[in-house]
């Protein structure tokens, strides 16, 4: 199993370009969910997916669309970057809720100039 | 809502001593989930140990374990005997039942063994 995987690693991004960010795990896991780190603080919930065709917003997301249409595939869209954005995008998966721990992924580290 | 909160900013411990990281929380919810996650300076997010609200019994991973005092709303870190490859940043976070019921993450304690 490669777990959650994330890509790209690394991106630059001018400001009002867009992008998406890909995150796929091979777990058959139905919670998915995609979190921004900003320097020095905890991470926070920018959207979520309890299945396919499912998605919700989390405390962070505007500036950010998301859609569930397999499984497997839970991608991050920017719709305009902004330097704001500027943080490292996790996504992480669970098989369950409460009482499951979620797997992350490697992580994205993005710049907005 | 639930909020997570971890007093401790940085902290240093003698490698081969125990340390605990505190974590203490705040939800109405009736039934939720704690955990505790690493991360290191590479910037991965490492799952350490779980603890149920229901769980009568501390959890144990190896050398973590997790002092959970639920009627003070508490679920400290501990870990013994450290190592230096525990010099990491340390995130408590909680389940519960808000958005989808994904996890809310404390700011952080970074910890630094000295050898």
């Known amino acids: 199993n490669a777990g959650v995987t994330q890509t790209p690693k690394f991106q630059v991004l001018k400001t009002g370009q867009s992008m998406t960010l890909q995150c796929a795990q091979d777990?058959?896991?139905?919670?998915m969910s995609w979190y921004r780190q900003d320097p020095g603080m905890g991470l926070r919930l920018i959207h979520y997916?309890?299945?396919?065709?499912?998605?919700d917003q989390g405390e962070v997301p505007n500036g950010y669309n998301v859609s569930r249409s397999t499984t497997e595939d839970f991608p991050l869209r920017l719709l305009s970057a902004a330097p704001s954005q500027t943080s490292v995008y996790f996504c992480?998966?669970?098989?369950?809720?409460?009482?499951?721990?979620?797997?992350f992924g490697p992580g994205t580290r993005l710049t907005v100039t | 809502a639930q909020k997570i909160t971890q007093t401790q900013p940085g902290m240093f411990v003698q490698e081969k001593e125990a340390v605990t990281l505190d974590c203490t929380y705040d939800?109405?919810?009736?039934?939720?989930?704690l955990f505790w996650y690493k991360q290191p300076s590479s910037g991965e997010m490492i799952f350490l140990i779980y603890?149920?609200?229901?769980?009568?019994q501390n959890a144990t991973e190896g050398r973590y374990s997790l002092n959970f005092q639920k009627a003070r709303k508490s679920a400290n870190l501990v870990i013994s005997a450290s190592q230096l490859g525990d010099s990491a940043m340390y995130f408590c976070?909680?389940?519960?039942?808000?958005?989808?019921?994904?996890?809310?993450f404390g700011g952080g304690t970074r910890l630094m063994v000295k050898p």
């Open positions: 992480a998966s669970s098989v369950g809720t409460l009482f499951y721990e979620q797997y």
């Open positions: 777990m058959n896991h139905e919670y």
């Open positions: 997916s309890v299945g396919a065709g499912i998605t």
């Open positions: 939800t109405s919810d009736p039934s939720y989930g």
């Open positions: 603890q149920g609200s229901y769980d009568q």
């Open positions: 976070a909680t389940r519960g039942n808000n958005a989808g019921n994904m996890l809310t």
